[in-house]
């Protein structure tokens, strides 16, 4: 077998193998919940990551590699495109397999391998669609349109952002010459057509229940009201850890280097700087009045590392991979084994990772030493995480008003449960009134403190209130 493939199959061996050793964070539990209750939208996203983690699990089980497994296969699949996308953009370059090895070296793509939230689904698909038109461009042939809305319409059921990606398709078609003749190819259209039926059933279901999802994240869209710089060096920053230093100046560099290529009339430059400009100045721009999560712009990181391959200087490719590589591997190690003791403030694998199962041990004493029937929190990840980790036969009430939008059955009234709260919430009073304190329950690693809790006894209120019970593992 090709020694390329077989270093891919490696990759994907160990990063299976990091699914399934590291603890899930408690977004991946609250994702896990959503593939017990499948529908044609979600709150926060639209439906991918709840069919990834229904299919993972239906093949593995409720556990970590099951609620993972489609993580490293996709990446997987995604490095392939990216390698393609490369090739058949510079065909006497070939620079696809230094830009998928480039990828794959930064910490934030092998993140978005292990860890399942919706900008896994989203990467995938993103690089899915960057292979097809890139097989357009290359080809000339209108067919492969019919492949890029298939895959663009995956990528909107995976994350709204996908939206970028037409932005960035809208651009090229627009300003690149040989690509404004596909305005008189109907296939064009046809593959818009599908890429909008695929979204549909997200555009009902909002529709159902007062278009929930979309007034959510369309409240996080624009600049928001804090404007200085701070957000934005935030962003910058942030890059620098997750890309890794090199690695980003090598996707800056090489992306400027395609602007200039696309001026000397080279489409398949100009492609790739069209994916990745709108999208990195709609980031740039919000993040001058708001937050921008540091994993939202790994969208930029498939078209900016094939720019990086085919015009930047090798020497530095090797450098940036060396120095990326090693990145992953220290986060990695530390998120698996904390060989360094850190405070939760400068270990994010300690704050969302570590502890869970000894968290709801701890919770589970409690509550049989109160005599209580249930567990409750109002956190959503936070209660997914107790449903993924206490005995079974313990029932895990959510309280809050985002489960008015699944269909899990209510938790029955005037039954007496203990609540948790995180400390980190403050001092407010509790959703459920009448909530008595008994005492606190602290999550950690090794001794070091990731969270403390508050526990609380409560009683199920009469009247609906929003609150819902949670599945449990199968």
């Not at 300003?175 to 695929?198: M, Q």
């Not at 919770?363 to 990840?381: K, L, P």
Request: net charge positive; charged share 15%.
């Amino acid at each position: 077998m090709n020694p390329w493939l077989l270093g891919l199959l490696a990759l994907t061996a160990l990063r299976l193998a990091a699914a399934a050793l590291l603890p899930l964070a408690p977004d991946e539990a609250y994702y896990w919940v959503w593939g017990r209750d499948l529908q044609p939208g979600y709150l926060d996203h639209p439906p991918m990551v709840a069919l990834w983690t229904a299919a993972g699990t239906a093949l593995l089980g409720d556990n970590a590699l099951g609620i993972r497994l489609l993580g490293p296969v996709g990446l997987a699949l995604a490095t392939l495109a990216v390698a393609g996308a490369g090739d058949a953009l510079f065909p006497e370059r070939r620079p696809g397999r230094w830009a998928a090895l480039l990828l794959n070296a930064m910490p934030l793509t092998n993140a978005g391998a292990v860890l399942m939230t919706p900008d896994t689904p989203l990467f995938v698909f993103w690089c899915l669609s960057l292979w097809a038109v890139a097989r357009l461009h290359a080809s000339g042939n209108g067919r492969w349109w019919l492949a890029v809305g298939a895959f663009a319409g995956c990528a909107l059921l995976s994350k709204y952002t996908a939206a970028l990606l037409g932005a960035g398709l809208l651009l090229w078609l627009l300003a690149e010459p040989s690509a404004r003749r596909w305005w008189r190819d109907g296939r064009l259209y046809l593959g818009g057509a599908i890429a909008a039926l695929a979204f549909l059933p997200v555009v009902a279901w909002n529709a159902a229940h007062g278009w929930a999802s979309f007034v959510k994240q369309g409240g996080r869209a624009g600049a928001g009201t804090e404007f200085g710089p701070r957000f934005v060096l935030e962003l910058v920053g942030g890059q620098f850890a997750l890309a890794s230093p090199v690695l980003l100046i090598l996707c800056a560099a090489g992306t400027g280097l395609a602007v200039a290529a696309w001026a000397r009339r080279d489409g398949g430059a100009g492609l790739l700087a069209a994916l990745v400009l709108p999208a990195a100045l709609v980031f740039l721009w919000q993040a001058t009045g708001s937050r921008v999560q540091g994993n939202w712009p790994a969208v930029l990181y498939p078209a900016a590392c094939i720019a990086a391959a085919a015009f930047a200087a090798p020497r530095l490719q090797s450098v940036g991979a060396w120095i990326g590589g090693g990145m992953t591997l220290a986060i990695l190690l530390q998120a698996g084994f904390s060989p360094i003791a850190l405070p939760r403030s400068a270990d994010p694998t300690l704050a969302r990772l570590a502890g869970w199962p000894g968290l709801a041990r701890d919770v589970e004493v409690a509550r049989a030493a109160a005599g209580v029937g249930f567990v409750a929190a109002e956190e959503y990840g936070l209660a997914a995480e107790l449903a993924l980790h206490l005995p079974p036969g313990v029932p895990v009430v959510a309280i809050s008003g985002r489960w008015d939008l699944f269909t899990l059955p209510e938790p029955p009234v005037g039954r007496t449960g203990l609540m948790l709260r995180s400390l980190r919430r403050g001092e407010g009073a509790p959703l459920w009134p009448g909530a008595t304190p008994m005492g606190e329950v602290v999550r950690s690693r090794d001794g070091t403190e990731a969270e403390r809790y508050r526990l609380f006894r409560v009683e199920t209120p009469p009247g609906r209130e929003p609150a819902a019970l949670l599945p449990r593992p199968r």
